[in-house]
């Protein structure tokens, strides 16, 4: 589980004060805005605080979307569009595209980009769960269930959210099907998902790129290796030793990706695969491992070194883990079609003047995590 160490950065946005100078005709509708500013800044702050959890999480994205639904959900016994989705501009960055933001004046873009944003904060939770020492029984299932909380989550925007919005995803943005839907199967199988970003443009994904081919050769190298092994039990050196074979080609691709996985620029976080204790210590194990084959085959077998390498079997007995279905929280209690109704749009435009200035987008300064190192010490 060490091996999950690139993860895109955060999205940022701007602040947003929910201040609608005369539209909010009543006390309870200024609460309303009121604890929309607040809890979107407590779950802004819980992305980067190093001691949030699943659970914390999931109180700060329910305490925000129970209220902004009273934006999006019809409140007035109608079908129509609510009334005040597209009161409120958003701006929001993307995770491939630096950080220029992009912007919609409506709240479902609100909701889909911080969702999206919760779904890749339970991917580093996961990461960071999966690079301590020792990873214990229940952490091992905390850092699954996350990584299928966040799958869950991409998918029901994919599916639900995102067709609702008025302005269609711009190429390379995030919430673009190519996009979204590499994270979905990253979330899913990390060595299953780099197809889906062949046809994204390189300046915006080649690291990403780069991670989940080394990734992948790292795999196979480790498929190959294990083969030999079980090969050799079985007495059939000649093919153990060919398999071996594949293993250190494998592995030395996968050596030169992470080279340029460390040379190649992009977002995300940039780690040394290559100098990491997972992956020497897996170098050394095909290393061992083709010497004893070759070994035995010159005292024991004489076995012929077949020209191809065996073949693996592929064909999985078990699919990919199923997305944690993601569900809104109820619609908050303090919106009512009473309250609602005090909401007045006509009342909004002779303030204009007193508006405050935008804030532009800041980046997210998120805590340098780096997974801690294994020291390969076993005690008995």
């Known amino acids: 589980m060490a091996h999950w160490f690139h993860r895109n950065p955060l999205k940022a946005t701007a602040p947003v004060s929910f201040n609608f100078y005369g539209v909010a005709g009543s006390p309870a509708a200024n609460k309303i805005c009121n ?11 819980m992305f980067t605080d190093i001691t949030c959890n699943p659970e914390i999480m999931k109180n700060a994205t329910d305490a925000y979307f129970s209220l902004l639904q009273g934006f999006i959900m019809p409140l007035d016994g109608t079908t129509q569009e609510n009334k005040m989705r597209f009161i409120q501009n958003f701006k929001w960055t993307d995770t491939l595209q ?25 991917t580093k939770f996961a990461s960071r769960m999966a690079g301590k020492e020792n990873v214990s029984e229940t952490e091992a299932k905390d850092v699954h269930r996350s990584l299928k909380v966040a799958a869950g989550i991409f998918k029901n925007l994919k599916d639900v959210h995102i067709p609702r919005l008025i302005t269609p995803a711009e190429k390379g943005r995030d919430l673009e099907p190519r996009v979204i839907d590499a994270y979905i199967i990253q979330c899913q199988a990390e060595a299953q998902e780099d197809h ?22 790292f795999y196979m190298a480790y498929a190959y290796c294990y083969h030999g092994q079980t090969l050799l039990a079985s007495d059939k050196c000649g093919e153990a030793i060919r398999s071996l074979q594949e293993a250190e080609k494998c592995y030395s691709r996968a050596e030169s990706l992470c080279k340029e ?24 194990l095909i290393k061992m491992t083709l010497e004893k084959c070759q070994r035995e085959n010159g005292f024991i077998y004489f076995h012929k070194v077949p020209a191809e390498p065996p073949q693996l079997d592929m064909k999985a007995s078990y699919g990919l883990a199923e997305p944690v279905p993601f569900e809104l929280p109820p619609l908050s209690e303090q919106c009512t079609p009473e309250v609602y109704a005090t909401f007045d749009l006509t009342k909004g435009a002779k303030n204009d003047k007193a508006k405050p200035k935008e804030e532009e987008v800041k980046p997210v300064k998120e805590p340098d995590l780096k997974p801690q190192k294994d020291t390969g010490c076993i005690l008995s």
Not at 35 to 45: C, G
Not at 196 to 216: A, F, G, I, M, V
Not at 264 to 280: V, Y
């Open 35 to 45: 604890d929309l500013r607040t809890t979107r800044a407590r779950l802004l702050e």
């Open 98 to 122: 630096g950080n220029t933001p992009s912007a919609q004046q409506d709240a479902v873009f609100e909701l889909i980009s911080m969702a999206f944003n919760v779904a890749i904060w339970y």
């Open 196 to 217: 889906t970003l062949n046809t994204l443009e390189p300046e915006c994904s080649s690291k990403w790129r780069k991670y989940l081919q080394l990734k992948q050769l």
């Open 261 to 284: 996985y460390r040379q190649t620029k992009g977002p995300g976080t940039t780690a040394k695969p290559s100098e990491q204790l997972f992956f020497l210590k897996l170098g050394g």
